[in-house]
């Protein structure tokens, strides 16, 4: 089993730019390197939504809403997964979760808020 912790959030202005940090531990956290990481995000009163992935051989993909704009990566180690966050708008703002195939669960998230 793994558990994940996410970290790095905060109070932003528009245009600013964050680096979200989810860490991966438990006894099974070497097997993180063979299955994708993702990251969601969750808007007061909306469903919580896919933004980014990255797979086991370091492909990325990413939601029209944050392309070009955010960039997942992951440590040599594959225990921690990043999410640089560029240009950062009022719509960002929400909690950002962090998961893996390992496990059904869901960390504890992070507060992201965009605000002039």
């Known amino acids: 089993q793994v558990q994940l912790s996410e970290s790095g959030g905060g109070l932003v202005q528009p245009g600013g730019s964050l680096r979200l940090a989810c860490v991966v531990s438990?006894?099974?956290?070497?097997?993180?390197?063979?299955?994708?990481m993702y990251w969601y995000r969750q808007a007061p009163g909306q469903e919580r939504e896919w933004i980014a992935v990255?797979?086991?051989?370091?492909?990325?993909n990413y939601d029209d809403s944050v392309k070009g704009r955010f960039t997942i990566s992951r440590d040599v180690n594959d225990y921690t997964v990043y999410l640089q966050m560029n240009n950062l708008k009022l719509e960002d703002t929400a909690v950002y979760y962090c998961?893996?195939?390992?496990?059904?669960?869901w960390g504890q998230g992070t507060q992201v808020t965009v605000s002039s």
């Open positions: 998961k893996s195939d390992l496990t059904e669960k």
């Open positions: 438990g006894s099974t956290v070497e097997y993180t390197r063979s299955y994708r």
């Open positions: 990255i797979t086991p051989s370091g492909a990325t």
